[in-house]
């Protein structure tokens, strides 16, 4: 599996509350693809949501995303970690 990192845009003033139903909700569905979402942040100010997952493909993560209703603005395969 590969880890990915996305991100949303246009999410200005989200909330934690709000934060952690949307991560909820990825990963209630998640299996759907072959997914795994494991950690969310984000940036009320600015509205920018980053989550990180391991996938088989960007794609996979977009699905996911997009079947939940918050499609990610970018998908970045992250290949390098310490």
Do not use: N
Not at 5 to 30: C, F, N, P, S, Y
Not at 59 to 68: S, Y
Request: glycine share 6%; proline share 6%.
């Amino acid at each position: 599996m590969a880890t990915f990192m996305d991100v949303h845009t246009g999410m200005k003033g989200i909330t934690a509350e709000q934060l952690a139903a949307a991560h909820r909700a990825d990963l209630e569905v998640e299996a759907q693809e072959g997914v795994h979402f494991k950690h969310a942040w984000a940036d009320p100010e600015s509205g920018t949501v980053y989550c990180l997952s391991e996938a088989p493909s960007a794609d996979a993560v977009q699905r996911i995303h997009k079947l939940t209703g918050h499609p990610a603005a970018e998908v970045h395969p992250v290949p390098l970690s310490v």
